[in-house]
């Protein structure tokens, strides 16, 4: 639909325009920054910053239920700069202009309804939020789109030239950051650092493939992190890990996505995620509070953040009542199947208390949990999940365990609706669940499987055939014959089928 045969009322605002003053600010000692250099952490105090738009409240002109109009109608534009995360623009990046914005096909990621078997195990309703659906099969895209976006802003606008962006990653935020910065390449190339023997062959294919520069280094995520922090403070890189702010920022679309699809209507929803370095579940929070203050939802949904024993400081940072004894306390992590969510040391923990203090406060209650679940019910709740329809990732069987244990402790109630996250797609994470099908997962995961959840295929080759095919070399006449037959017959009986009535 083009933009003149949407009502008039909605025609002007549409298709955005740049607009708004965004500017960094620290977390620390609230000091802001201009954009038109590339900060990560305060040049004043050195805490963590948020990009924040100074003019937020120009969004207040528009009524909720104009704004409402405006995101539904903006649905059925073919403009490839609208049809992502920036279909939000004007919570996004209202500064970028639209010839900057970066659209590889990420967002908008569906959510399915847990079936009547699921929803009867959890004893609510829930539905699933598929980011493994994302082009690089994982939810850092959204991040990723919003800070490339603004890097070529900057080159664009002359601003930096030839950027290095580099990243540490648990898997994830490399094969992003690769696939986002190769589409920009010349003007933008990519180096990421990632833990030896920590990331899935998948994920380690996925930035070779971009042509990114890869490099493997002994240790943890963490240690990983502090390279790179190193790199960056004594030479020209462009930061790519969630200390960058613009990728929080693109985060955000992940909220106005679950309020879009649940027609703005946050009474009684419930959202989990999964933590690790906390960049996705402060996203969240930030997203939810902006949709309330432009009036766009009437209400906060809860918030429940899941970790696993394995490596939960948040959760255990959360765990002491009395919010003024709490410290925080970096934890050295164990081995975790939710292998993107093992961080001892969250760079965005100072976001976190941050978010948390003004989500409650808004809400004027407690609306942010958090919950720890062991090793064996994250796999246990991933192979159920995916045995039911979903193609839920090892953290999205972190969420669905977290929810089942926010029900037992009467965290959440039945006749709340969830929507849970899976983070990424099941096929990142199948060597997990190889192993766990094979019983093969090393002791320190803590994991046994369970009977009922393995599977394993099953080699047909009846005893009675003398030839069977091989590539290159097709069998035929009578010996084809007999190998179908005797085949089929195999299957059959492992399958206890009965004969068809003739
Ligand atoms: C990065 C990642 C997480 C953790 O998200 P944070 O923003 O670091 O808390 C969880 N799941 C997957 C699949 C990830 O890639
Ligand atoms: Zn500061």
Redesign the pocket.
Known sequence: MTPEKFPEHIRDHIIPTPSGEMCYRCLGCTETFGIDKLLYTCPACGEVLLLQDMEQNRLKGLSGQTWREILDYRRMLKIPALKGIYRFHEFIGPVIPLESILYLGEGHTPIVQANETLQEIVGMPFYYKN??QNPSA???DRGMASALSYIRYLVTSGKVDNVLAVCA?????SAAAALYASYLQPLVKSAVLLPHGKVTPQQLSQPLGNGAAVFEIPGVFDDCMKVVEALSEKYNVALLN?KNAWRILG?ESYSYEIAQDLEFDMKNKVVV???????????VMAGFLKFLDAGIITELPKILGVQSHHANPVYQYYSEPDAKKRRFVPMTVKPSV?Q??M?GN???MPRVISLVNQYNKKADCQKVFFVSVPEQEIMDCQLMANRNGHIA???GG?TLAGLIRARKEGLVHSDETAII?S??HAL??SGFQEMYFEDRLPEEYEVKPQKSLQNKPVFIRPEGLKEVPAPGMPLTGTAFREFVCQTADAIANNLHLSLRDQ
Do not use: L, M, R, Y
């Open positions: 980011d493994g994982s939810f850092k990653s648990t898997g994830d935020t969630s985060q995620v999964p933590i690790g370095n906390a960049g996705n579940i402060t996203a939710a993107a969510a961080i969250p760079v965005s990732c090892t953290h972190e996250d983070t990424a990142k994470f």
